[in-house]
């Protein structure tokens, strides 16, 4: 078998950051934009406790389908096997640094967050007792540290 652009990215040097992983059209010709949101440095650091990157994912899906300027062209968030991040995808040729104020404004309100995790009941969730806030809080806070700096990549390039 071929191959998958996914497993050509060489992860030994993939910093922290925002990457477009790929870009695929529909039958109908919309573009779907496939963002990597790799909050760790892969087999470099500690990848995020799965507790942790579920909690991050209904936040993160719960934020971005109720952002008034975004929530139209959200397509969908999900944690990496890895743990080392999410994927978000969203309708349309659209760039990290595009990206970069949502993802700004969503992991200040991941860091932020108190009460009931949105979605964690046994009513919503296949596995609700699965989750970590105060962990989330602090990967998110973390990563926030990443997203503001000017040197945050972008590209695989980077």
Not at 21 to 37: E, K, L, Q, V
Not at 67 to 91: F, H, K, N
Not at 123 to 149: I, K, M, Q, W
């Amino acid at each position: 078998m071929k191959k998958i652009p996914s497993f050509t990215i060489d992860h030994t040097r993939l910093q922290p950051g925002i990457y477009v992983s790929r870009t695929d059209r529909t039958p109908s010709g919309d573009a779907i934009t496939t963002f990597d949101i790799r909050m760790t440095a892969p087999n470099r650091e500690p990848a995020i406790d799965p507790r942790a990157l579920h909690t991050i994912e209904h936040l993160a899906a719960t934020f971005l389908r109720n952002d008034p300027e975004w929530a139209s062209r959200i397509v969908y968030w999900g944690p990496m096997g890895c743990c080392t991040g999410s994927y978000l995808l969203i309708q349309g040729e659209v760039t990290p640094r595009e990206i970069l104020p949502l993802m700004t404004r969503m992991f200040k309100f991941i860091a932020s967050f108190e009460g009931e995790i949105p979605g964690a009941t046994a009513a919503d969730c296949g596995n609700y007792t699965f989750n970590d806030l105060p962990e989330a809080r602090r990967v998110a806070e973390r990563y926030l540290s990443h997203l503001a700096n000017p040197n945050l990549p972008l590209s695989y390039a980077d």
